[in-house]
């Protein structure tokens, strides 16, 4: 099998990566490495009018920041001689056929149809014309667009995830896949594409499905053999409507990324949210891989929940060990260890977080005193250094027995004296990483 997997994700370059289209790269990278396969990337940026080179950039920095890079890598616009010959030799075997009607004709047809109760399907009227006749429209100043001949049959193929589709190609209209300008439709450079770079499995969303049925028919019309199909269920947003490249920036790629989310949480929730596997983080896309089974999609659509990102992203840099996150420490010059990260990563909801907690550590900390005399007594019971985890235990039992003091009374003064903040990390951990000096200047006052 891993000899001939090669998938491909194959976005337009005309808008921001979001969290629901980024499932098709996802799911294709995951599904190769697992067959031990090739994942592609393929601009299909046929649409000169909205694709930029902006967009492509952003869609390679994107999946880059996901670490789902590619081993094949093409662009439409480098292949148009080859749509051209493949739209040439479907036009020789009569599969493509022009059609003259303006936009306006082909609106006037439909609300016919419409109103007669009849599906808006094309009539195939270009078909009846001779050649003179298409010679006089030419010569008028029409220019024919291109339409693919279907079947008439239905177009049957066993799916991966939806199970066995038929497609009815009576109730389709004959696709366009040249425009009048010249221009190719995203279906025709798709198929070639497929069989050119030799596609063996197409996974997409379930809103394609209509489409292969047609891809299909090009492919053997091409004298291909289709690859295999999975289409998987659409991820709405939160309100329960479908994610748009233009009007959900927020779930975009690159806003995650400056919200400081991590990428393989990202990774962890996508690839298992529409499944019956439990959401879990994994540090790796190969440890992801490993249980990645494209099977257990269900075919009901769900939705992006940012609070289910939100507890995966904190869990799983609650299993990050220090080894993983020095050079990021180190970067943030918040670099005080292997037992502060250890003290602190419980509490981190973000990686950025871990400032705050340096902070805390390091000062200045402009201490709460709620009881000044209390917190005057703590300072006097510090017990000398060297401090470590159990003492913190032991310095609380004695002011404990001291005070009289217990439960939150006891350690609520300490934590806002100690820490400046009503919350945090355990601090049998962070006392010994604040340290003598510092924790007896704080619990008299001193901001330090």
């Known amino acids: 099998m891993s000899d001939r997997v090669i998938v491909r994700f194959a976005p337009s370059p005309t808008g921001r990566l979001h969290v629901g289209n980024v499932r098709a790269a996802l799911f294709n990278y995951l599904f190769a490495k697992k067959a031990g396969g090739k994942f592609m990337l393929r601009l299909d940026d046929t649409d000169t009018e909205r694709s930029t080179e902006e967009f492509a950039r952003a869609i390679e920095t994107d999946?880059?920041?996901?670490?789902?890079?590619?081993?094949?890598?093409?662009?439409?616009?480098?292949?148009?001689?080859?749509?051209?010959?493949?739209?040439?030799?479907?036009?020789?075997?009569?599969?493509?056929?022009?059609?003259?009607?303006?936009?306006?004709?082909?609106?006037?047809?439909?609300?016919?149809?419409?109103?007669?109760?009849?599906?808006?399907?094309?009539?195939?009227?270009?078909?009846?014309?001779?050649?003179?006749?298409?010679?006089?429209?030419?010569?008028?100043?029409?220019?024919?667009?291109?339409?693919?001949?279907?079947?008439?049959?239905?177009?049957?193929?066993?799916?991966?995830?939806?199970?066995?589709?038929?497609?009815?190609?009576?109730?389709?209209?004959?696709?366009?896949?040249?425009?009048?300008?010249?221009?190719?439709?995203?279906?025709?450079?798709?198929?070639?594409?497929?069989?050119?770079?030799?596609?063996?499995?197409?996974?997409?969303g379930a809103d394609h499905i209509t489409n292969t049925g047609v891809q299909i028919q090009i492919a053997r019309a091409l004298g291909a053999v289709p690859p295999a199909?999975?289409?998987?269920?659409?991820?709405?947003?939160?309100?329960?409507?479908?994610?748009?490249?233009?009007?959900?920036?927020?779930?975009?790629?690159?806003?995650?990324?400056?919200?400081?989310?991590?990428?393989?949480?990202?990774?962890?929730?996508?690839?298992?949210?529409?499944?019956?596997?439990?959401?879990?983080?994994?540090?790796?896309?190969?440890?992801?891989?490993?249980?990645?089974?494209?099977?257990?999609?269900?075919?009901?659509?769900?939705?992006?929940?940012?609070?289910?990102?939100?507890?995966?992203?904190?869990a799983l840099l609650h299993m990050l060990p220090y080894e993983a996150v020095m050079g990021r420490l180190a970067a943030a010059k918040c670099d005080l260890g292997p037992a502060f990260w250890d003290a602190v990563k419980p509490n981190l909801a973000r990686f950025a977080d871990v400032a705050v907690w340096a902070r805390v550590v390091e000062g200045p900390v402009e201490p709460v005193i709620e009881d000044g005399e209390f917190a005057a007594e703590a300072?006097?019971?510090?017990?000398?250094?060297?401090?470590?985890?159990?003492?913190?235990?032991?310095?609380?039992?004695?002011?404990?027995g001291r005070t009289g003091r217990k439960g939150r009374s006891l350690f609520m003064p300490l934590r806002l004296a100690l820490t400046g903040l009503d919350h945090g990390p355990e601090l049998k951990n962070l006392l010994p990483l604040i340290g003598r000096n510092r924790a007896e200047a704080r619990l008299r006052g001193l901001t330090l």
């Open 63 to 204: 999946l880059a920041w996901l670490g789902l890079h590619h081993d094949i890598f093409a662009r439409q616009s480098d292949r148009i001689a080859d749509y051209e010959a493949a739209a040439e030799r479907l036009k020789s075997s009569g599969h493509l056929y022009p059609c003259y009607e303006t936009a306006e004709e082909l609106d006037r047809k439909r609300k016919r149809q419409l109103a007669q109760k009849k599906p808006p399907v094309y009539d195939r009227a270009a078909l009846a014309l001779s050649e003179e006749e298409k010679r006089a429209l030419e010569a008028s100043g029409r220019r024919p667009h291109w339409r693919f001949r279907l079947d008439g049959e239905q177009t049957a193929f066993d799916d991966l995830i939806q199970g066995h589709i038929a497609i009815d190609a009576r109730s389709l209209s004959d696709p366009v896949l040249i425009r009048e300008d010249g221009r190719f439709l995203y279906t025709l450079p798709s198929v070639v594409d497929d069989i050119d770079f030799a596609i063996s499995h197409v996974i997409r």
């Open 229 to 314: 199909y999975a289409h998987y269920s659409l991820l709405q947003g939160p309100e329960g409507r479908p994610l748009s490249k233009r009007e959900d920036a927020a779930f975009s790629l690159g806003a995650l990324r400056e919200e400081g989310y991590e990428p393989m949480a990202v990774n962890s929730l996508l690839a298992r949210l529409g499944t019956s596997d439990a959401v879990e983080p994994r540090l790796t896309l190969g440890e992801l891989a490993a249980g990645f089974d494209i099977s257990h999609f269900g075919r009901a659509d769900i939705r992006f929940d940012p609070a289910d990102l939100d507890k995966v992203n904190a």
């Open 379 to 400: 300072a006097a019971m510090l017990p000398p250094e060297s401090w470590g985890t159990e003492t913190w235990g032991l310095w609380t039992e004695a002011l404990k």
